[in-house]
């Protein structure tokens, strides 16, 4: 079956470590999304990669970090630096960029304590 | 930002059509009206999307008004598995940076 994992589903981490949550396609798309969640809120875009090595700044980057090395893995570092940490991140795919047909992981709820 | 509107909540029977309704009355020519859900706790799950001809596939059906200014999602028989929070956006065209935007949504709710 074609999709998209994230793992894991629940991660806790202690203040001030780097934790990096995992998102991996094999639909083979190019383009690939990271979105956070919070409570009885909409999406937000932290950063979002438009094809295998290259990845742009969304709205709410600062205390992220990514990479794409390979087509079909965007893992996400959500470092020390960010400030509200906890919260329910999405990692998303399209065919190309600029679509609005995007497919979705179950995602990943991060809790630091 | 999204620039539609929906109830906020609607109740269906198991085994009955849901019919959702959205309003886009500020649509102009060249965008799209897509169509997602998300059930609690898990990521969004696209639905399906439409110009102006009405659509169908295997998860539902979106009629579009000739207009334009509104359209409505048709779950044909739902399920409890339906049960869910669904939203309707609009495309604000390519140059946007393919950032998702979820307005309110309607949270719907099959019984048995």
């Known amino acids: 079956d074609g999709g998209i994992t994230q793992s894991p589903k629940y991660l806790f981490r202690k203040e001030g470590q780097n934790v990096t949550l995992s998102c991996e396609q094999n639909?083979?798309?190019?383009?690939m999304y990271w979105y956070r969640q919070d409570p009885g809120q909409g999406l937000r875009l932290i950063y979002y990669s438009q094809i295998v090595n290259d990845f742009q700044k969304g709205d709410i980057a600062e205390g992220y970090s990514v990479s794409r090395e390979k087509k079909e893995s965007f893992p996400l570092t959500v470092t020390s630096a960010q400030k509200n940490p906890t919260a329910f991140y999405l990692c998303a795919s399209s065919i190309t960029w600029g679509s609005y047909e995007q497919y979705f992981g179950p995602g990943t709820r991060l809790t630091v304590t | 930002d999204a620039k539609t509107t929906q109830p906020p909540s609607m109740d269906c029977a198991e085994g009955r059509a849901a019919n959702l309704p959205c309003n886009h009355s500020?649509?102009?020519?060249?965008?799209?009206v897509y169509w997602y859900r998300q059930i609690h706790s898990q990521g969004p799950q696209y639905i399906i999307h439409?110009?102006?001809n009405n659509e169908t596939n295997e998860m539902a059906s979106l009629i579009i008004t000739e207009d334009r200014k509104s359209s409505t999602l048709i779950l044909p028989h739902a399920t409890l598995r339906d049960t869910a929070v669904y939203y309707c956006?609009?495309?604000?065209?390519?140059?946007?940076?393919?950032?998702?935007?979820f307005g309110e949504g309607t949270q719907l709710t099959v019984n048995p």
């Open positions: 500020t649509i102009s020519g060249n965008e799209y």
């Open positions: 956006i609009d495309s604000r065209g390519l140059t946007s940076g393919s950032r998702l935007t």
């Open positions: 639909l083979n798309h190019d383009a």
């Open positions: 439409g110009l102006k």
